[in-house]
């Protein structure tokens, strides 16, 4: 119906082949509105002391509030959430560690094993999908950041 709708519309096409203007055309989406996504608020704390603090669409991951704002992490999510480079390596505190919903796997702890200034709270942006209960979270930014791929 729609690429009925589309084609009617189309000025290139002979009167023929148009359909009539009574065609019932409805504009439908198969996603929820944008409007509808739930949003939190998340904070970056760079090492120089900066902080950049975004709105974040509930459902992304951490990779994703990065690169849908734009945050400006040089060199942060360079293998686009494929787990294999380490630049994506935040820092929690004790409290919002404590309360994600998963454990991080062992493929996630390989490459944890590779970042640089790792603690025992820290976790890869692109495995953390941001739920309502982590409004307000903080995470910190370590000064560098270590791309296993580039050895
Ligand atoms: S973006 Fe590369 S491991 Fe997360």
Redesign the pocket.
Known sequence: MALRCFMRNLSILPKRMLRPNNVNCRIFSTTSPLTNKKQIEVTFLKADGERLKVKANVGDTL?DVVVNNNVDLEG?????????????HLIFTQKDYDQLPDKPTDEELD?LDLAYELSDTSR????IILSESMEGLEVKVPASIHDVRAE
């Open positions: 990779l942060f999510g360079a293998c686009e959430g494929t787990l294999t480079c380490s630049t994506c490459m890869l942006g692109c495995q």
